[in-house]
């Protein structure tokens, strides 16, 4: 635009100084020459004075216009003019601004860190009057929010142990952020950002955390293991248990089949009492009991050896038994138990 407005007044003088050599060469009147070269004048003056007041404001940016040093107004986008003579103007940028600033602090155990803080922001844009009297420039508003930034950090930093500081570092940035907003409520800005990155720690401290995270990783293994470990044992207490329980029945179920197999027996060879007890003319009641009244110990002896030489038939392994000669011939039946 600026550009173009020089063109026009280059070609308005041109046109003037045109008419002056043609009204001297037609021998115009003389009033009439004065007013060419009163227009050319004029418009030379303008080309060189109108140009130099001019200025062009760019989206995202603002102007402080001053008059004599003395801020008058902001000014926008768009193209200006001014007295140039009188005034000037100072560019201010409204777009993001970035700071990052490595920095070193100390934790509240001493340990000492490096970290990078990264700050964004804006201007407020209807407060550009107030940082130009209060700051001078952009430039120094922005050491003066640095300055803050570190400030509040190295305090966020210092209230807490190394290990505390590793174990939360994810809400350190939060932490320092929101100190910062407190702190820049009337420096005419608009935060955006805070970041606190890059958090390191000395070799030998790096060194100790890892030795402590090892340390706490075994131990974690450790604790597994034995619970694993105590898992796994009551499991075989149980399969153990069970086991025991089904032996347990087994010994149960066969002693009760004994016991059945015994009383089948004696209850076999009280028949075989009765029933021989009668061949022998003992008397049996009714409830199945030998009277051994009035019998002698022989006739008593008599069915105890009968009973004995049935026994022998019935598990006899089809073996001859023993024949002991003499002046009687003596059978000799062992004893089916032996």
Known sequence: MKEILCI?????????????????????????IIVGIVLALVFGITLLIFPIGLYQVETGEAVVLKSFGEAKESVHAGLH??????DNVEYYDLKTQEIREKFEAYSQDAQPMDAQLTIQFKVQSDKLLEI???????????????????????????RSSAMVI??????????????????VKNYYIDLTMVVVEDLSFNEAFENAV?????????????????AT????????????????????????????AQIEVANAQA???KIKSIEIARMLGFTIDEDG??????????????????????????VWDGKLPTVVGGDSTTIYIPDPSK
Not at 210 to 226: F, G, P, S
Not at 289 to 314: F, H, P, Q, V, W
Request: hydrophobic residues 40%; positive net charge.
């Open 132 to 158: 130009n009297k209060v700051y001078g420039s952009l430039e120094v508003l922005k050491e003066r929010i640095i300055s803050i930034a570190l400030e509040k950090a190295k305090v966020v930093l210092s």
């Open 166 to 183: 590793i174990e939360t570092r994810s809400s350190l940035s939060n932490n320092v952020e929101e100190e910062m907003r407190k702190a």
């Open 81 to 86: 003019w001014r007295f140039w003579p009188r």
């Open 8 to 32: 026009i007044c280059l070609v308005l003088m041109g046109l003037s100084v045109a008419f002056i050599v043609y009204a001297v060469k037609k021998g115009k009147a003389k009033n009439q």
């Open 210 to 226: 890892e030795q402590k995270m090892i340390a706490e990783q075994q131990k974690l293994q450790a604790e597994y293991d034995k």
């Open 229 to 256: 470990a105590i898992i796994k044992a009551e499991q075989e207490l149980e399969v153990a248990k069970k086991q025991a329980e089904a032996e347990i029945e087994k010994a149960k179920g066969n002693a009760q």
């Open 267 to 269: 209850e076999e060879i």
């Open 289 to 314: 009991n030998i009277d051994m009244t009035g019998k002698t110990s022989a006739e008593i002896k008599d069915i105890s050896d009968y009973l004995k030489y049935i026994e022998y038939l019935r």
